[in-house]
């Protein structure tokens, strides 16, 4: 009998999220025509949901650490932790509240599940708070009713009030406490909405939130397992069914399972939430939390007050490494380190065309940038990096910014060339410093060291009309640095050059670019001279660097001239 090969990869393993869970009957949905106009208020949960998600988890003063940086940005809502279940956690918000750590505008919140021993843990941590955020939750979904705590829907509804009532009645011993109360059906996104809406409804009954003292319901894509798209419908419908909405902060809590936490929670506010918890980079658990910094980013490349410091990005990066122990992926959005850099010719060449352009009082609008990176305290040094890749207009930028030099563009070409060589030959990133190198070696310094290597000593020059005349002693390196003189008219001072260098050493050469510039960089300003001559149908080229431009001029020529000397013996 024939045997029916199964792949270990076999998607009928799985079902559709529309199989398993049936769709939102959505009449008039709203969402897609909404847009974001202001930043949502923010939650960290670094300390709690990102911190349960590490393999080693952060110590006290890993958390003091990650505390200051989440205070320092201006985050108002900050989730401490999860006092009940550690003594870290317990203890770190023990020394927030006794060493007056929080500031009068920031309010902590600590996660409790829905079990009369935790909750009665979780208020003794907050003794002395001024005031906080209670979050409680228990789980809603059917795998969790049947498979995990083996109960029918009222089982589930049960645990929530009795949990949300355990949150109120300890809330009362401690009146000095300006209480606010959190309530989570976790694994929301799995849950049947009208069930979501039934159990949220129960503790709302129990709280009866008022507009002095509202309610936070926070929505969780506990795992994400469907389409943003789909969680918006949820938290819509969701919107429009629960009781007191007036009253209510709805909260959004996503996780990144399949890479879409950000779009999910940017739906839901244009879906009606208010409020949303995520962490720094992105950390938590398994593909991790909703990342507060690209969803903040998002939003202030729209033009939107992102209403958190977002401009200390390196801060960020580095206290997150710190405290988490896991590296920043270098392309992570807005905050990676190779995010604004350019390797490839056509990126570069256009980057620079747009900063050339770009003035302070504009609005940003440079090719494939989306941001100035100087709003991140990055500069524009490492926007334009150099290596196989790359083509003129990155090895220009570099040259430009970077050492004041302003190739001409036959010179960029040249140049780009002699770079890119050199990087296939060694397979790597050419840094700046190597580009002026290679630019000085294989151009400015190229003919200047050898033997039979002409260089002028002195020269006048006279103008008669249109007419110039030029003298110029050139001292002459094959023989032992003889003199020469030579003679030479002509329609400007290269051509009277080229009359003189044809008469007195007998070399004809046509020139096809000629080029000057003042550098800028540096302390004495110089001037450089860059020309390109053809002699019997081959370019060869000559840059020299000068304190008198007509000296630079004269040994530009004379450089090209040592160039093709060169070649031909
Ligand atoms: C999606 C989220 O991120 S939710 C937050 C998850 N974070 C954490 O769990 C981190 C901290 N947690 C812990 O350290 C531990 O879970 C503790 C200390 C809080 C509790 O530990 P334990 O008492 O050993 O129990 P454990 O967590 O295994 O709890 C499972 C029990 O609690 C019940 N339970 C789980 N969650 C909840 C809840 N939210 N509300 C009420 N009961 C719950 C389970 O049904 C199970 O009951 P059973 O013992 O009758 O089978
Ligand atoms: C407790 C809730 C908010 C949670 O962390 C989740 O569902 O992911």
Same mark, same amino acid.
């Given at each position: 009998?024939?045997?029916?090969? %199964?792949?270990?990869?076999?998607?009928?393993?799985?079902?559709?999220?529309?199989?398993? $869970?049936?769709?939102?009957?959505?009449?008039?949905? +709203?969402?897609?025509?909404?847009?974001?106009?202001?930043?949502?208020?923010?939650?960290? =949960?670094?300390?709690?949901?990102?911190?349960?998600?590490?393999?080693?988890?952060?110590?006290?003063?890993?958390?003091?650490?990650?505390?200051?940086?989440?205070?320092?940005?201006?985050?108002?809502?900050?989730?401490?932790?999860?006092?009940?279940?550690?003594?870290?956690?317990?203890?770190?918000? &023990?020394?927030?509240?006794?060493?007056?750590?929080?500031?009068?505008?920031?309010?902590?919140?600590?996660?409790?599940?829905? &079990?009369?021993?935790?909750?009665?843990?979780?208020?003794?941590?907050?003794?002395?708070?001024? &005031?906080?955020? /209670?979050?409680?939750?228990? *789980?809603?979904?059917?795998?969790?009713?049947?498979?995990?705590?083996?109960?029918?829907? +009222?089982?589930?509804?049960?645990?929530? /009030?009795?949990?949300?009532?355990?949150?109120?009645?300890?809330?009362?011993?401690?009146?000095?406490?300006?209480?606010?109360?959190?309530?989570?059906?976790?694994?929301?996104?799995? %849950?049947?909405?009208?069930?979501?809406?039934?159990?949220?409804?129960?503790?709302?009954?129990?709280?009866?939130?008022?507009?002095?003292?509202?309610?936070?319901?926070?929505?969780?894509?506990?795992?994400?397992?469907?389409?943003?798209?789909?969680?918006?419908? +949820?938290?819509? %419908?969701?919107?429009?069914?629960?009781?007191? &909405?007036?009253?209510?902060?709805? #909260?959004?809590?996503?996780?990144?399972?399949?890479?879409?936490? /950000?779009?999910?929670?940017?739906?839901?506010? !244009?879906?009606?939430?208010?409020?949303?918890?995520?962490?720094?980079?992105?950390?938590?658990?398994?593909?991790?939390?909703?990342?507060?910094?690209?969803?903040?980013?998002?939003?202030?490349?729209?033009?939107?007050?992102?209403?958190?410091?977002? #401009?200390?990005?390196?801060? =960020?990066?580095? %206290?997150?490494?710190?405290?988490?122990?896991?590296?920043?992926?270098?392309?992570?959005?807005?905050?990676?380190? !190779?995010?604004?850099?350019?390797?490839?010719?056509? @990126?570069?060449?256009?980057?620079?065309?747009?900063?050339?352009?770009?003035?302070?009082?504009?609005?940003?609008?440079?090719?494939?940038?989306?941001?100035?990176?100087?709003?991140?305290?990055?500069?524009?040094? *490492?926007?334009?990096? =150099?290596? *196989?890749?790359?083509?003129?207009?990155?090895?220009?930028?570099?040259?430009?910014?970077?050492?004041?030099?302003?190739?001409?563009?036959? $010179?960029?070409?040249?140049?780009?060339?002699?770079?890119?060589?050199?990087?296939?030959? @060694?397979?790597?990133? /050419?840094?700046?410093?190597?580009?002026?190198?290679?630019?000085? +070696?294989?151009?400015?310094?190229?003919?200047?060291?050898?033997?039979?290597?002409?260089?002028?000593?002195?020269?006048?020059?006279?103008?008669?009309?249109?007419?110039?005349?030029?003298?110029?002693?050139?001292?002459?390196?094959?023989?032992?640095?003889?003199?020469?003189?030579?003679?030479?008219?002509?329609?400007?001072?290269?051509?009277?050059? *080229?009359?003189?260098?044809?008469?007195?050493?007998?070399?004809?050469?046509?020139?096809?670019?000629?080029?000057?510039?003042?550098?800028?960089?540096?302390?004495?300003?110089?001037? $450089?001279?860059?020309?390109?001559?053809?002699?019997?149908?081959?370019?060869?080229?000559?840059?020299?660097?000068?304190?008198?431009?007509?000296?630079?001029?004269?040994?530009?020529?004379?450089?090209?001239?040592?160039?093709?000397?060169?070649?031909?013996?």
């Amino acid at each position: 009998m024939s045997q029916v090969q %199964t792949s270990r990869f076999n998607h009928k393993k799985y079902q559709s999220f529309q199989q398993s $869970m049936p769709a939102l009957k959505m009449e008039n949905r +709203q969402w897609p025509s909404n847009s974001i106009t202001q930043a949502p208020q923010w939650c960290a =949960v670094d300390l709690r949901d990102g911190n349960q998600a590490l393999i080693e988890p952060m110590s006290v003063a890993q958390k003091q650490k990650m505390w200051n940086l989440m205070v320092k940005m201006g985050f108002k809502h900050i989730e401490v932790g999860f006092p009940s279940a550690s003594q870290p956690d317990f203890d770190f918000v &023990r020394w927030l509240i006794e060493e007056n750590q929080i500031p009068e505008d920031v309010t902590i919140q600590v996660l409790t599940q829905a &079990r009369d021993e935790l909750i009665e843990r979780t208020y003794q941590s907050l003794a002395g708070a001024e &005031r906080a955020i /209670v979050h409680v939750y228990n *789980s809603t979904s059917p795998v969790q009713r049947e498979k995990v705590f083996g109960l029918d829907k +009222q089982g589930i509804i049960d645990i929530a /009030v009795r949990g949300a009532k355990k949150v109120q009645d300890e809330a009362k011993k401690y009146p000095m406490t300006t209480w606010t109360f959190e309530y989570s059906p976790e694994s929301f996104s799995s %849950t049947e909405t009208d069930f979501a809406i039934e159990v949220c409804n129960a503790v709302i009954n129990v709280w009866q939130p008022s507009a002095d003292n509202k309610t936070i319901i926070n929505l969780p894509a506990t795992v994400e397992c469907a389409g943003p798209n789909v969680f918006a419908d +949820q938290v819509e %419908t969701f919107c429009k069914g629960v009781n007191q &909405r007036e009253n209510i902060i709805i #909260s959004i809590h996503t996780h990144n399972d399949r890479g879409c936490a /950000v779009a999910a929670a940017e739906m839901a506010i !244009l879906a009606g939430a208010d409020r949303i918890e995520g962490t720094l980079m992105g950390n938590g658990e398994r593909t991790g939390n909703m990342d507060l910094i690209t969803m903040a980013m998002n939003l202030y490349s729209q033009g939107i007050d992102p209403e958190i410091d977002l #401009s200390i990005a390196d801060e =960020v990066v580095a %206290t997150v490494e710190e405290c988490t122990q896991i590296k920043t992926h270098p392309r992570h959005p807005w905050f990676g380190e !190779l995010v604004y850099t350019a390797f490839s010719g056509s @990126h570069q060449d256009a980057i620079k065309k747009c900063l050339s352009v770009q003035r302070d009082d504009q609005q940003w609008d440079v090719a494939y940038l989306p941001i100035d990176p100087r709003d991140l305290g990055r500069d524009y040094q *490492s926007v334009i990096r =150099v290596n *196989s890749q790359s083509g003129k207009g990155g090895v220009a930028y570099i040259m430009e910014t970077g050492f004041g030099i302003n190739l001409p563009r036959w $010179m960029q070409i040249e140049l780009s060339r002699a770079v890119q060589e050199y990087s296939v030959r @060694h397979s790597c990133e /050419v840094d700046n410093e190597t580009i002026y190198k290679i630019f000085q +070696q294989q151009f400015v310094q190229a003919n200047q060291n050898f033997e039979q290597q002409y260089q002028v000593l002195g020269y006048e020059v006279h103008k008669q009309g249109e007419q110039e005349s030029i003298q110029a002693s050139i001292c002459d390196g094959s023989v032992h640095g003889e003199t020469q003189t030579i003679h030479g008219q002509g329609k400007g001072v290269i051509s009277a050059l *080229s009359d003189g260098l044809h008469k007195t050493l007998g070399i004809d050469f046509q020139v096809q670019h000629f080029d000057q510039i003042a550098l800028s960089k540096g302390t004495n300003s110089q001037a $450089m001279a860059f020309v390109q001559i053809k002699i019997n149908n081959r370019k060869y080229m000559g840059v020299s660097e000068h304190q008198d431009i007509m000296t630079a001029t004269i040994n530009s020529v004379l450089a090209a001239i040592n160039a093709y000397i060169d070649a031909v013996q």
